[in-house]
């Protein structure tokens, strides 16, 4: 059974036999079905079916010459409406199944930003082997099974601005240190040790997360598995056609990243309320708008 069902409004589903009747569901009333021609003897079929607003659950698979459809993998899916960042993108194919990662650099993280890519149909048209080398639209979104709400920190128009600024400068000098800049290298490692001095003296007397606005760390064993601390800029309530489950969709800024985290309310501590901060363990996602290419 796939761990993050339960995240779109499916968990009391227990056995394979209660699995098969939602695939059957799923096969019988798709909200669309995406087919790609591999060769003359097989043909790709992506298979979605929403239960909410913009999450549902995906089937992939693929036709053989006498049209019996197999199953290769199935996954929980939501997506996102806005573009959570511009750039240029690596596409990878997993190992174990046809499913594929998207990996770009984005300087407000500073560390590689991997996703599970959604519109897998669109990709296979592109006839992309491996890197678009150009700058393309990412729409992020996010499945969590545990999160907890946390008070946000409160800041004046100074302090947001001088936050705004030192991001923007903290980018920048990213970007260069990448082009190879050692001035710029030398300046973030400084800034670190600085940062570092500085969470450790006021750890004595103050808590972490009064201290930590918001952070993006790679969880597990799972590339596209993060822990995110991010505010909460919008919020709202769904529930599962099928089974009536109610999830939250909370709009989250982590780190100057927007993206919406699906969550089943009984998997959520705390009360959501904008300004207030969603700390949680994430399967990130994301959708690549492949006609800029």
Request: with cysteine; hydrophobic share 35%.
């Given at each position: 059974?796939?761990?993050?069902?339960?995240?779109?409004?499916?968990?009391?589903?227990?056995?394979?036999?209660?699995?098969?009747?939602?695939?059957?569901?799923?096969?019988?009333?798709?909200?669309?079905?995406?087919?790609?021609?591999?060769n003359n003897?097989?043909?790709?079929?992506?298979f979605t079916?929403?239960?909410?607003?913009?999450?549902?659950?995906?089937?992939?698979?693929?036709?053989?010459?006498?049209?019996?459809?197999?199953?290769?993998?199935?996954?929980?899916?939501?997506?996102?409406?806005?573009?959570?960042?511009?750039?240029?993108?690596?596409?990878?194919?997993?190992?174990?199944?046809?499913?594929?990662?998207?990996?770009?650099?984005?300087?407000?993280?500073?560390?590689?930003?991997?996703?599970?890519?959604?519109?897998?149909?669109?990709?296979?048209?592109?006839?992309?082997?491996?890197?678009?080398?150009?700058?393309?639209?990412?729409?992020?979104?996010?499945?969590?099974?545990?999160?907890?709400?946390?008070?946000?920190?409160?800041?004046?128009?100074?302090?947001?601005?001088?936050?705004?600024?030192?991001?923007?400068?903290?980018?920048?000098?990213?970007?260069?240190?990448?082009?190879?800049?050692?001035?710029?290298?030398?300046?973030?490692?400084?800034?670190?040790?600085?940062?570092?001095?500085?969470?450790?003296?006021?750890?004595?007397?103050?808590?972490?997360?009064?201290?930590?606005?918001?952070?993006?760390?790679?969880?597990?064993?799972?590339?596209?598995?993060?822990?995110?601390?991010?505010?909460?800029i919008n919020?709202?309530?769904?529930?599962?056609?099928?089974?009536?489950?109610?999830?939250?969709?909370?709009?989250?800024?982590?780190?100057?990243?927007?993206?919406?985290?699906?969550?089943?309310?009984?998997?959520?501590?705390?009360?959501?309320?904008?300004?207030?901060?969603?700390?949680?363990?994430?399967?990130?996602?994301?959708?690549?708008?492949?006609?800029?290419?």
């Amino acid at each position: 059974m796939h761990s993050y069902l339960r995240a779109i409004g499916f968990s009391n589903i227990q056995s394979h036999i209660e699995l098969d009747k939602l695939f059957g569901v799923v096969m019988t009333t798709p909200n669309s079905i995406n087919k790609v021609a591999i060769n003359n003897n097989s043909t790709f079929a992506h298979f979605t079916k929403e239960f909410s607003d913009s999450c549902g659950l995906s089937i992939i698979g693929s036709y053989d010459e006498k049209g019996f459809f197999h199953m290769n993998h199935y996954f929980p899916y939501c997506t996102g409406t806005t573009v959570s960042s511009k750039e240029s993108v690596t596409i990878n194919k997993r190992i174990d199944t046809d499913s594929y990662t998207g990996m770009c650099d984005d300087m407000r993280l500073g560390v590689s930003l991997i996703f599970y890519l959604l519109n897998i149909s669109d990709y296979m048209r592109s006839n992309i082997s491996y890197g678009t080398g150009r700058v393309v639209d990412i729409n992020l979104s996010a499945l969590s099974t545990k999160g907890s709400v946390l008070l946000g920190i409160k800041y004046d128009n100074n302090q947001r601005r001088k936050n705004n600024a030192d991001e923007a400068r903290r980018g920048k000098l990213i970007h260069e240190a990448k082009m190879g800049n050692q001035d710029a290298i030398d300046s973030l490692t400084i800034e670190e040790l600085d940062d570092y001095a500085m969470v450790t003296r006021r750890s004595k007397v103050e808590d972490i997360y009064t201290i930590v606005n918001s952070s993006f760390i790679p969880f597990g064993s799972e590339s596209d598995n993060y822990t995110i601390l991010g505010t909460i800029i919008n919020w709202n309530t769904f529930h599962n056609s099928l089974t009536n489950e109610q999830l939250y969709r909370l709009t989250i800024n982590c780190n100057g990243l927007i993206f919406p985290v699906y969550i089943n309310a009984n998997d959520l501590m705390g009360e959501p309320m904008i300004g207030r901060r969603f700390k949680g363990n994430i399967w990130l996602q994301g959708t690549i708008d492949f006609t800029e290419l």
